[in-house]
């Protein structure tokens, strides 16, 4: 049994997101799998890192629930929207300050390189664009996914790390939404 953390960071409601989310969560669930959700539309905390690492700011009873569910997890699923190339604002405080050295990663004295503290867990990005994906990729070099994943997951030991980028969302019809719902069922399903 895989134990699988959501992360819904849209901070939309009722989005195509939303329909994203219950689509991989219900699949998951039918195939077996423990799922806890976090909706950080919904969690009580300051995004701002006022003192980066050089300071102390106490976290939030959500965060410190936050860093036990990533803790729990074995898998981690980030579904949002691509806003300005890279994630919501909201998605970036969250990864901030849960995120921290001693919980996430470790640097170590005299070693060049840090200590992966999140090792043995696995993820996948579910990220929505109006932006056509090549576009993305080959114009902008999709930075985003680049600092989500390179920066912030693999920096802290979660690997392998997949990306569904769903793009052209303005003009997206019926089918192509109802065709990733199917992709989103079948990737619960596999829990991957």
């Not at 939309?12 to 799998?33: E, P, R």
């Not at 691509?82 to 994630?87: E, I, P, Q």
């Not at 989500?148 to 979660?158: A, N, Q, T």
Request: proline content about 5%.
């Amino acid at each position: 049994m895989k134990n699988i953390l959501i992360i819904h960071g849209n901070p939309v409601k009722d989005s195509f997101t939303d329909q994203l989310t219950h689509a991989y969560i219900n699949a998951s669930i039918a195939a077996g799998a423990q799922v806890k959700e976090l909706v950080l539309s919904e969690l009580r905390f300051d995004p701002n890192f006022h003192e980066g690492y050089k300071g102390k700011q106490e976290p939030e009873p959500d965060l410190i629930r936050s860093q036990e569910y990533i803790s729990w997890a074995d898998h981690l699923v980030f579904f949002y929207p691509n806003w300005w190339s890279t994630y919501p604002a909201q998605l970036k405080g969250f990864v901030d300050r849960t995120f921290l050295p001693g919980f996430a990663f470790s640097y170590v004295k005299d070693r060049r390189h840090h200590v992966k503290l999140l090792k043995g867990k696995t993820a996948r990005l579910v990220v929505t664009m109006d932006s056509p994906v090549w576009y993305y990729y080959l114009v902008q070099r999709a930075p985003g996914h680049f600092a989500m994943r390179k920066g912030v997951l693999e920096f802290c030991g979660i690997k392998p790390v997949r990306i569904s980028s769903i793009g052209s969302m303005r003009k997206s019809t019926e089918k192509h939404r109802f065709r990733w719902i199917q992709k989103m069922e079948a990737y619960g399903r596999k829990m991957t």
